[in-house]
């Protein structure tokens, strides 16, 4: 009987091993080791998004916006890309245990990206202190329901076993400078105020009062007060309709860390930010300067933030 007994409990820890962090079977071994913290670990700010190419944008130069402002504290950021991808995208993803992103982790400034693996893969890379889940673009409201949130948790609680908090993450509008459009015409017909309106909005509707969510970050207030208040010209902060540029990801990036730590920017101590801490796509652009006026105007605009994070910059 004993001899039986050690049988079925050594099948049982094999099982365990292969079975994946939604009750589904990973198709990729990387994804059946849990991460697991040394002390020297525990120190590490640890922080992953689920997300799309607003993620990345988001997460671009949020590593050096947190060295910068804290330098005796480390920093690991992951993001799981798919473009476009929504809430119910993520849980359809998930369900069919789908090789449909692709991993982006950040342990020293420099991005390395893991191409076409599933969720488990990045979510058990890392010993994730936070977990920041975003929506999609387009019809904000029906993707963040109640039920995809909650399946999303529920699966990235079996992956991440260590502690763990949830974020939520707001984003922000097109550009409707026609310079920036294939197509100049789909420029004047984007409403950037109705627009951070409806996401903030539903934000505040759907995700603040819910106690998932131990804090939420919005990049849209920032971008628009940048535009708004502060006159900056859209080309500066995007590079292309929809996606910001080095410059706009800074800015989003002290914002963004300005709402996760409650702390306001009121020095920025880098004159510039060198193109291999720089995700790879821009590198052929050489350094990013940060002059006195960009320092200036991002510490402006992380103050109106903390001030005011759900606000509309320029709405009467």
Not at 59 to 73: C, I, S, V
Not at 76 to 99: P, Q
Not at 218 to 243: C, F
Not at 261 to 269: F, R, Y
Request: aromatic share 10%; charged share 15%.
């Amino acid at each position: 009987m004993k001899r039986y007994m050690l049988y079925i409990l050594c099948l049982c820890l094999l099982v365990g091993i292969f079975v994946g962090c939604g009750n589904e079977a990973p198709s990729q071994t990387t994804a059946t080791t849990q991460a697991t913290e040394s002390p020297e670990e525990a120190e590490v700010l640890k922080i992953m998004i689920l997300g799309s190419s607003r993620s990345v944008n988001a997460f671009q130069m949020l590593h050096t916006a947190f060295t910068d402002q804290m330098p005796d504290k480390k920093v690991v950021l992951g993001i799981m890309y798919h473009s476009g991808c929504s809430m119910s995208m993520h849980v359809d993803f998930m369900k069919n245990n789908e090789a449909a992103y692709d991993y982006y982790c950040n342990t020293d400034g420099r991005w390395k990206i893991t191409k076409g693996v599933i969720m488990d893969v990045g979510l058990m890379d890392q010993a994730w202190d936070v977990v920041v889940l975003q929506a999609g673009n387009g019809d904000t409201e029906n993707n963040m329901n109640e039920n995809a949130r909650k399946y999303i948790t529920e699966y990235v609680d079996g992956c991440v076993q260590t502690p763990h908090t949830y974020w939520w993450h707001s984003t922000w509008f097109n550009s409707t400078d026609p310079v920036l459009y294939d197509n100049p015409v789909e420029a004047s017909q984007v409403d950037q105020l109705a627009q951070l309106t409806q996401t903030n909005q539903t934000a505040i509707d759907t995700v603040l009062d819910d106690p998932m969510f131990a804090g939420h970050v919005t990049s849209g207030t920032p971008l628009m007060y940048a535009l708004k208040e502060l006159n900056i010209p859209e080309v500066q902060l995007y590079r292309d309709h929809t996606h910001l540029n080095d410059y706009g990801c800074l800015m989003i990036g002290y914002a963004w860390y300005a709402q996760f730590t409650g702390n306001a920017v009121t020095q920025i101590n880098l004159d510039s930010v060198p193109s291999h801490l720089r995700h790879s796509s821009t590198q052929n652009l050489g350094d990013m300067a940060v002059t006195a006026e960009m320092k200036q105007a991002i510490i402006d605009t992380v103050k109106y933030t903390l001030d005011n994070p759900w606000a509309i910059p320029g709405k009467e």
